[in-house]
């Protein structure tokens, strides 16, 4: 009512429905604005009927361009449906090929392995046959004869490597069993009558129990003698000079003593009696002299067969 001229009157049928339709149109205003500015409120702005007709256009063009985006988003869901269907029938059709295609191909492959295996010699064949079996044993699904070599190295290193330790542990089996041997042959030692203790042996222990106490009563009288002793005649008291010439005196005459015996060993077996013994020396001389003589011939008779004769 506040845009109606001040000279309109207020009783005017069509007054009144231009005001409900005014009042209607900023209604729908407020409403878009609102709904545009998500419960904030619009900037403050000058409600005339200019205003208001920019404001309906403008909620028009609104209205239209958000019912052009609703189907343009309608028609691209309709197209990426239809292209997500188009693609999953294009895939199981080709999932269906490429089964057709195993096929074929999974028949080609026997054929021509069956043909293959048929056009090999014996030779061939049994090759072929241990190949397959070393393949089998190694767990190869798609063997290499180089891959197949390597692996059989491989079984030669670890075979070898197994026997020296197999070689090994047979060398601590014999080393054990001959420890085991000697311990118990000890232990049969052990229990033997050698190691068994005297049947006398508790009368020797009374025996020695009873020097000890003997010997530990007199031990006190000599403690006496002795200390008496070291006061009247004094105890020596050499120093590390004396004990080295000692040392050197005794060692000079364990030398005599090896030189002595060594000439002493000389007249071993001679008779004890001095003329027996010139006898026999003399004898040993006469025997040497011959032996040289003998000797001194040989030698000759050597030189004049190997010396060259002048001719005549």
């Not at 025996?207 to 006061?231: C, F, G, H, N, Y």
């Not at 000079?241 to 007249?267: A, G």
Request: glycine share 4%; hydrophobic share 40%.
């Amino acid at each position: 009512m506040a845009n109606l001229p001040p000279d309109a009157a207020i009783f005017s049928p069509s007054v009144a429905r231009l005001a409900a339709s005014t009042a209607k149109d900023w209604n729908y205003v407020d409403a878009w604005l609102a709904s545009k500015y998500n419960a904030r409120s619009p900037p403050q702005f000058e409600r005339n009927p200019d205003t208001l007709k920019a404001l309906l256009a403008l909620a028009a063009l609104n209205e239209s361009a958000d019912e052009s985006c609703d189907l343009v988003a309608r028609v691209e869901a309709n197209a990426l449906r239809d292209i997500k269907a188009q693609a999953a029938e294009n895939e199981n059709v080709k999932d269906e090929e490429d089964v057709v295609d195993q096929i074929h191909l999974a028949t080609f492959r026997d054929d021509f392995y069956a043909d293959l295996e048929d056009s090999l010699t014996r030779e061939g064949r049994a090759a072929l046959d241990a190949m397959a079996l070393s393949a089998v044993h190694l767990g190869m699904a798609f063997p290499e004869p180089a891959q197949i070599a390597q692996a059989m190295a491989d079984l030669q290193s670890r075979l070898f490597n197994l026997e020296q330790a197999s070689a090994r542990v047979e060398l601590l089996q014999r080393y054990a069993g001959s420890e085991s041997a000697r311990l118990d042959g000890l232990l049969e030692d052990v229990r033997g009558d050698g190691y068994r203790p005297p049947a006398d042996l508790a009368r020797q222990n009374l025996e020695l129990q009873r020097k000890i106490k003997a010997m530990t009563k007199k031990l006190p009288e000599l403690k006496d003698k002795v200390s008496s002793l070291a006061r009247t005649v004094g105890l020596p008291n050499p120093t590390i000079q004396q004990v080295r010439r000692e040392e050197l005196k005794y060692l000079e005459l364990l030398e005599l003593r090896r030189n002595l015996d060594q000439q002493i060993s000389e007249f071993e077996g001679l008779p004890p009696d001095t003329a027996m013994a010139r006898q026999h020396l003399d004898g040993l001389r006469r025997e040497l002299l011959s032996v040289i003589e003998h000797r001194d011939a040989v030698f000759e008779g050597l030189v004049e067969r190997e010396t060259p004769r002048k001719a005549r």
